[in-house]
């Protein structure tokens, strides 16, 4: 090894940082010379390892095994979790079991998780033995390696434990890098970057000016920046080398180390571990300088720059980047600046309270060689995303002279003309924005090279000379109009053949116009083609070998007139002279058109005018390039600080704008100040405003044609000025960052201030300042500077404090505007989180449930025939919305008849008309219909394409479906309809696969094969399509959170019903039974006798029809325990779609994204998930090859011999459930990891990894299906909580071996310990008859739980107490039933300590559970579950009775206690009308009152209320049976009605209610008895009480018997 290529870097005295590219050689010789070991044992994780350790292993060996020393490797898991006392013990257990002594020497090669794990290790074992540092990641390279800091995180936080152990040696070589992935690499030059930043002018030079080759390093595509990079590592480790020896422990200066990191470290511990340290302090270094600016230290330019370097190597620079969200999904929303300070009081560097910030004053340069004291209020202003303006009080009056930044416009033009002109540009006073950045980016993309100079102030560009190149990649230009319109004409200059160039933009970018530019160009021979919608961005430039032709040009330019400017200058670079002809009979901004031709001159190009026209011509000719071009002050951006003036009665200088400026906006002072009462004096290059006393601004009437940007601060002028102002053309501020005008009239309003739009201008009645307001939600920014920059100004004389939301946009054209306005105009402004509001509104939306269903279109497609009107309006009626029949919207839009129109116009003329209708019907109302469409809508391109566009954008494309020979059948017997010419199987055949892809879900009419046609089947069918579309249709929100038992983490297991059979059809009659308990069914689709998508789809009807639980859709392939060939991929994703189109509650995928083929599988399992809608995904991982790890410690095989050379790392690599669970996670709503257990263990080390090594990774919960396959894993089924599979004894055989049923499990749950029994009550008087013993301890058995039911009579209510309080006490108590006398009592005597909302409304409790308070201490809850049971019953029924035109009544026979709980449950169900009748009629009236409804004075009445004939009643009667005897419902029933009837009363079981309805001629009424809704009220205590499902059919089976006993 030439030592000419190793750097050394003293630190602490010593030179041990050796630096240098390809060292490996060296460092094994070095190591074994300096350091004089028995054992040298390199500590490594994984991912090195695979690279990394072989080379250095065997080089080591060959120097040590030559001193007969002996080498030693050790690889641990990857990641900071391995950062624990765990690891550290294994690995001193490793040395320790290897005999390893005092003079052991530790290399740690790999990042700061190895340093300093293992330099932690070094510190301790043997009391300090001596650790060698081999960074292998960049953090570890310019961070963690060099300073001896050692440490390992424990739960209490990170780097608690450690010590400083300094190592004898850091070896840093670059080339490690090369394998380090791209987002870590990044991570790093985080730290890179802070660095230069805050110590070396040079070294942030070199970051800047090398952004590409070093990316290109980073990616492993070129070592060009081999040199560069090893620069900056080097520049980084010196400054931290350099720090650490004047400053080991941490006095002061050590603590500049953290630049960024006050904030940085606050953001981290938020988003940490989805964003990474080095992207955490990158947006603290930002906040940091703008900190530093705020406290006037730092200038705008150098904030300017840092913040774009970060940017530039793709690290965010705000919690608002893109890049932050689209890690962290969001999360940055619960940033709030009152979190981040609760962080940061917490910061190491903190004295007391007082927080310290490194501060900079320049690129480069500390301000303090120590921490700086910051108050809170600076920190808070700068980290709000708004602020409140506070008013200038009357006598504050200023005189101040300031700069103002340079013009937007002229550093734009500047930075055109000098890249495309002969020779160096410096450019001084140019304005760093956004706009300009954007520009220069792009510049840079086309072969522009620049740097800076004179500290960033000037910039200094080398020509180009008209040569430019083409990008590599298309340009992105944001919002940036200006760029967007000059760099279209530029990219016709390039010449290359056969390639092109993107131009692109935002969303608001992509709707401002650009149209007559390039049609000018197309028309002088471009080819530019626009890629988007309308005539604005993307477009795409053709580069065809020549430049842009020249001659004649024809520009429409009454739009904008960077049309104008892109075309002249770029066209002294086209072919021949340009003559541009300016079309049209109003060109707008001709002063901006003049300034162009000026710094053209000034650039050494002549354009000539021919008098009195608008035809230019210009030369083809080179720039000649000036030596240095100053840019003078953007004039708009001066009316500002000059309306200043003129609002609140200063007097304010700008210096750098007088009377010779190219802009027109800089006769804002004379042509509008002025006359508004301002005194006015200009010179060439100043302009000072003095304004009158306040509010004494006149009116004015003025045509801003000219300068027309300075339209907004003149607007806020007139809003205060006295009398009525008129400012005309401006017609192109509509097309601006917003629509100016309108923005400025719908804000002016906001502060009492009038103000109409007029066809070019605006017109502002002037209100006097004494009644302005300020804006109740503050003044809303557009995304416009100018808009915050001129409601700030007219804030100043607001009474109140003007809160101004995102305060960022300033950025623009102004980012330290706000700086300004404090720290030079003297105006107090506070900080303001609006983020906390938003947060707030957020969890509004979560929580009020506002629609039931999404409110987008449903559009319904399917064959003739299929049943689409018929089911369209009944979905319509259903999810609330509106139905059109697209036939009859055809008609009523072209006013003929379909009949007509075909014969007179075709076919095809149909098709077309048809398709653009449905695409203008959806436009149109893209909410609030269902839509049915003719069967021929697939037929053409053009209507498949407007189907499949609804449904990717999310809308629902509804197919309709069922068995094609029942179509042909119900077709052939209609007469009415024309018929087709076809025959209707062809027809089916050729649009199937149509329908198919145009669909995004599908509802299929299932028909059991035993029922014929008729009404009775229909009903079934509407009775599934409810479930289906509530699914479907459901507002997300309500299934977000929706798991089995409607709790996240359910109070008990949860189960499933794998289903085994190759046809359901043989399930049916015990689908029941073998469910009970069961919170979902699995469907196998593997195991079907088939798995064509008819058959499929038919099975999943089946298990609609025949058990209300969801359906899990599982295709199990043969490598994971199933039968589906796993070779077929594209098969499986195909059905599992399916599972989600036909409306399975979840599927289970199976989450592969490392085997064979992964890109592809990852892109179709992303592509499910997006389409998910409210299905949940079960993302599963099933190990058969039973080598799966819970436990993530175990470490790979370990080569102890010294003697064996190379090891095969692939094969080292341990398939680790944690790893597995870390790659599901993204995909799935639930995580199914199934394992092998061959011992016991296997088990507990499976409980342990779901109780607490999940929990420790502090990812986002999903819930966890963990268990172990094989006989031994049996148990782990019963520790297994969430959606345990089962199979039931009556199932003829089990989907797994070792598989169990819920009594099992729970059998087994009890016995050890994981359901302490509980005991349940009745309590009342008499209760000796009760079914509630028989309801629940039915359910405890066949459940297999250990709780007892019993009665506890007494008709004290201090027995109650004291039963429940003694419960409670000793942890007995489960819950209780409670009848009369204690209904009231339990509230009143103070026994339950909460009452639900039911139970409040109606007034009485029956059911007593126990809850938790917020401490966790037991509580007693009371609830009402009669009123569900009545609810239940009702719901079951009437179903199949209500018809959508149906008027639904309610009608209460009585009104008792349980007449309260009917009343409540008929208004839950939504009854139109509610009717009471009570013998009495003063309690039916005071019922009445309590629930909304009517009395009717006559029993024989009730019915008689409503005229109509579609009337559907649920009547709940109340009456004892007894008391029935004497009252006459013959009068009651006598009509033709329908409905429901529940009858509340079970002794007997048909009660005179019940019989005379049975008995009344023409009606259909469906009863209930009462006997039924008791049960319905205890399964549902049970649930309350247990948490799981009641096995219903046991329970109803014993009842009934007992009943007839
Ligand atoms: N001691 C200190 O002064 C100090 C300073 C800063 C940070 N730290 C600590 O450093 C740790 C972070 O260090 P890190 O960012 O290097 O993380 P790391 O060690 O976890 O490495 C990041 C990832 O890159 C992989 N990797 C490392 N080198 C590689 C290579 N050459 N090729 C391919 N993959 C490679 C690793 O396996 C890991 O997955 C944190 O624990 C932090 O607390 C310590
Ligand atoms: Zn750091």
Excluded at 1009 to 1037: H, M, Q
């Amino acid at each position: 090894m030439a030592e000419n290529n190793i750097t050394k870097i003293p630190i602490l005295g010593k030179e041990s940082i050796i630096v240098g590219n390809n060292i490996t050689d060296y460092i094994a010789k070095d190591v074994v010379s300096t350091v004089k070991a028995s054992t040298y044992c390199i500590i490594t994780d994984e991912n090195v390892a695979m690279y990394h350790l072989e080379n250095l292993e065997n080089l080591l060996t060959k120097e040590a095994s030559a001193l007969g020393r002996r080498v030693l490797s050790y690889t641990i898991p990857a990641g900071e979790l391995q950062k624990c006392r765990d690891t550290k013990a294994e690995i001193e257990d490793y040395l320790l079991s290897n005999k390893c002594t005092r003079d052991t020497c530790i290399l740690a090669l790999g990042g700061g998780v190895i340093g300093d794990l293992s330099g932690f290790v070094a510190a301790t074992f043997m009391r300090g033995c001596s650790v060698i540092q081999i960074p292998t990641t960049l953090l570890a390279m310019v961070d963690s390696s060099i300073g001896g800091k050692t440490a390992i995180d424990v739960p209490g936080g990170k780097n608690i434990i450690g010590a400083f152990h300094q190592p004898t040696r850091i070896f840093i070589d670059p080339q490690y890098l090369t394998t380090l992935p791209l987002r870590q690499f990044l991570n790093g030059m985080g730290e890179v970057i802070k660095t230069a930043a805050f110590w070396s002018p040079e070294d942030f030079a070199l970051l800047e000016n090398n952004v590409e080759k070093i990316l290109a390093f980073a990616r492993n595509e070129s070592q060009e920046a081999a040199n560069i990079v090893q620069k900056i590592i080097q520049g980084a480790a010196n400054t931290k080398a350099y720090v650490v020896t004047h400053d080991e422990k941490e006095g002061g200066l050590r603590g500049v180390l953290n630049f960024g990191h006050t904030i940085g470290h606050a953001i981290e511990a938020i988003l940490a571990p989805v964003m990474y340290h080095g992207e955490c302090i990158s947006m603290g270094m930002v906040y940091e300088a703008e900190i530093a600016r705020s406290m006037g230290i730092l200038k705008d330019a150098a904030v300017g720059r840092l913040s774009r370097c970060i940017q530039a190597y793709g690290l965010p620079i705000s919690i608002n980047d893109p890049l932050v969200d689209r890690n962290t999904h969001g999360k940055q929303k619960e940033i709030t600046v009152d979190r981040l300070m609760e962080i940061m009081k917490l910061d190491k560097k903190n004295r007391g309270t007082q927080k310290r910030i490194v501060i900079i004053s320049d690129i480069g340069k500390l301000y303090e060689e120590k921490p700086t004291n910051v108050d809170d209020e600076v920190i808070i202003n700068v980290l709000s995303p708004a602020l409140k303006v506070n008013p200038v009080p009357e006598s504050q009056k200023e005189e101040i002279s300031m700069k103002v930044p340079g013009s937007k416009s002229i550093s734009n033009r500047a930075l055109i003309l000098a890249s495309l002109g002969q020779g160096k540009c410096k450019l001084q006073g140019l304005l760093l924005s956004d706009d300009t950045q954007v520009m220069l980016d792009a510049l840079q993309y086309l072969g522009i090279k620049y740097f800076w100079e004179d500290n960033g102030d000037s910039l200094v560009i080398e020509g180009s000379n008209g040569q430019l190149q083409v990008p590599t990649s298309e340009i992105y230009l944001g919002n940036a109009g200006t760029a967007s319109r000059f760099l279209t004409s530029v990219c016709t200059l390039i010449s290359q053949a056969g390639s092109n160039t993107v131009l692109t933009g935002n969303a608001r970018m992509k709707e401002r116009p650009i149209g007559p530019l390039v049609e000018a160009l197309n028309f002088n021979g471009c080819d530019i083609q626009f890629l988007g919608k309308n005539k604005s961005l993307p477009i795409s430039i053709a580069h065809k070998g020549s430049k842009l032709q020249g001659g004649t040009i024809k520009l429409s330019a009454s739009v904008s007139s960077q049309y104008v400017s892109s075309i002249l200058m770029s066209a002294p670079y086209a072919q021949n002279p340009v003559t541009l002809e300016l079309v049209g009979d109003n060109v707008v901004s001709q002063p901006y058109i003049d300034m162009t031709i000026t710094m053209m001159k000034q650039f050494g190009i002549e354009v000539t005018r021919e008098t009195n026209t608008n035809i230019y011509h210009i030369p083809a000719a080179s720039y000649t390039n000036p030596e240095t071009y100053i840019i003078e002050a953007d004039a708009t951006s001066a009316t500002y600080p000059l309306a200043y003036a003129a609002i609140t009665g200063s007097k304010i200088t700008v210096e750098n704008i007088g009377s010779d400026s190219l802009q027109g906006d800089s006769e804002f002072a004379t042509k509008v100040l002025q006359p508004m009462g301002c005194i006015v004096s200009q010179t060439t290059h100043t302009t000072t405003v003095q304004g009158p006393a306040r509010g004494q601004l006149k009116a004015i009437k003025i045509d801003m044609e000219t300068m027309t940007d300075a339209f907004l601060t003149a607007t806020v002028l007139a809003a205060v000025a006295n009398g009525t102002t008129e400012i005309t053309g401006i017609s192109n501020q509509r097309v601006k960052e917003c629509n100016r005008i309108e923005a400025m009239v719908t804000e002016l309003a906001k502060f009492g201030v009038k103000a109409s739009e007029l066809e070019d201008g605006i017109k502002i009645t002037g209100t006097p300042i004494t009644s302005l307001k300020a804006p109740v939600n503050g003044v809303k920014c557009y995304d416009d500077h100018r808009i915050a920059m001129s409601f700030s100004i007219l804030s100043l004389v607001v009474p109140e404090q003007v809160l101004i939301r995102e305060k960022r946009c300033v950025e623009k054209t102004w980012p330290s505007w706000w700086d300004t306005l404090q720290n030079v105009l003297k105006v107090k402004l506070n900080g303001y989180d609006t983020s906390v509001e938003e947060l707030k509104h957020l969890d509004k939306e979560v929580k009020v449930e506002q629609k039931q269903f999404i409110d987008s279109s449903i559009i319904i497609i399917g064959m003739r025939g299929v049943g689409k009107t018929s089911m369209g309006q009944f979905a319509a009626k259903f999810v609330g919305k509106k139905f059109v029949d697209m036939d009859w919207y055809f008609e009523q839009e072209l006013k003929t008849t379909i009949k007509e129109y075909i014969p007179s116009k075709g076919w095809e003329q149909f098709r077309i008309e048809e398709t653009r209708l449905l695409k203008k019907i959806i436009e149109e109302n893209p909410n609030g219909l269902v839509i049915s469409c003719g069967g021929g809508i697939v037929e053409t391109e053009g209507g498949r394409s407007v189907l499949k566009q609804y449904a990717s954008q999310g809308g629902i494309v509804l197919h309709l479906t069922r068995n094609i020979k029942d179509i042909v059948a119900y077709l052939s017997k209609d007469e009415t309809r024309p018929s087709f010419a076809e025959d209707i199987t062809a027809v089916w055949e050729r649009r199937k696969k149509w329908f198919e892809e145009c669909s995004s879900h599908e509802f299929y009419i299932y028909k059991d094969k035993k029922i014929t046609e008729g009404r009775k089947w229909w009903i079934d069918v509407e009775i599934d399509f409810k479930r289906y579309l509530e699914f479907i249709c459901a507002n997300p929100s309500k299934y977000e959170n929706k798991f089995p038992g409607n709790v996240y983490i359910p109070p008990a297991s949860s189960y499933f019903l794998s289903l085994t059979y190759p046809d359901l059809n043989e399930a049916i009659p015990i689908l029941d039974k073998a469910s009970e308990g069961s919170d979902a069914l699995e469907l196998r689709v593997d195991l079907l006798a088939n798995q064509d998508d008819d058959y499929v789809k038919e099975q999943v009807a089946i298990l609609r029809r025949y058990s209300k639980l969801p359906i899990i859709f599982t295709v199990r392939t043969d490598g994971q325990g199933g039968r589906f060939p796993p070779t077929e991929v594209d098969r499986m994703f195909e059905l599992l779609e399916n599972g989600i189109k036909w409306g399975c509650e979840y599927v289970d995928v199976e989450v592969d994204v490392i085997g064979k083929n992964k890109e592809h599988r990852i892109e179709l399992t992303k592509n499910l998930v997006k389409r998910k809608g409210n299905c949940k995904i079960i993302a599963s991982y099933h190990d058969c090859s039973g080598t799966a790890l819970w436990d993530p410690h175990t470490v790979a095989s370990i080569n102890t011999d010294t003697t064996k050379k190379g090891t095969d790392n692939s094969q080292k690599r341990l398939l680790r459930m944690r790893d597995k669970y870390m790659e599901l996670l993204p995909y799935g709503d639930i995580i199914k990891l199934i394992g092998f257990a061959h011992k016991l263990q296997d088990n507990f080390a499976l409980y342990t990894f779901v109780k607490e090594i999940i929990p420790s990774l502090g990812l986002q919960y999903k819930p966890v299906i963990a268990m172990n396959m094989g006989q031994i894993g049996q148990i782990s089924r019963a520790l297994n909580e969430f959606f345990t599979p089962v199979t039931h004894p009556i199932l003829p055989f089990k989907a797994a071996p070792g598989q169990l049923s819920i009594q099992e499990i729970n059998k087994i749950r009890s016995c050890i310990g994981l359901i302490p029994p509980k005991k349940y009550y009745l309590f009342g008087s008499p209760i000796a008859y009760s079914q509630s013993p028989t309801i629940h301890n039915t359910g405890f058995e066949v459940l297999g739980l250990p709780h007892k039911y019993e009665l506890s009579e007494s008709e004290e209510w201090t027995h109650v107490k004291k039963v429940v309080e003694d419960g409670i006490k000793d942890g007995s108590f489960g819950g209780a039933s409670v009848t009369i006398p204690h209904k009231q009592n339990v509230i009143e005597h103070g026994i339950v300590q909460k009452v639900t909302d039911a139970a409040k409304a109606i007034g009485a409790v029956n059911t007593l559970m126990v809850e938790k308070d917020e401490e966790g201490n037991p509580i007693v809850a009371g609830d009402n579950t009669d009123y569900l049971g009545i609810k239940r019953c009702i719901e079951d029924r009437i179903n199949k009775l209500l018809k959508p035109k149906d008027k639904f009544i309610g009608v209460v026979v009585g009104a008792g206690g349980t007449a309260r709980a009917a009343c409540y449950a008929l208004n839950q169900i939504g009854v139109e009308k509610l009717l009471i009748w009570n013998r009495t009629q003063s309690k039916a009236e005071e019922l009445a009152k309590i629930f909304g409804a009517e009395v009717v004075p006559n029993l024989g009445d009730c019915l008689k209320t409503e005229t109509e004939s579609n009337v559907c009643y649920a009547i709940v009667g109340t009456v004892p049976a007894a008391a029935q005897t004497n009252m006459n419902f013959t009068e009651f029933f006598d009509s033709n009605k329908k409905g429901v009837i529940v009858e509340m009363a079970y002794k007997p079981r048909r009660t005179p209610l019940l019989n005379a309805a049975v008995a009344a001629k023409d009606s259909q009424w469906e009863t209930t008895e009462g006997v039924d809704v008791l049960i319905e009220q205890g399964l549902e205590q049970f649930i309350r009480w247990t948490g799981r499902i009641p096995p219903k059919s046991a329970i109803s089976e014993q009842v009934y018997n007992r009943y007839s006993e």
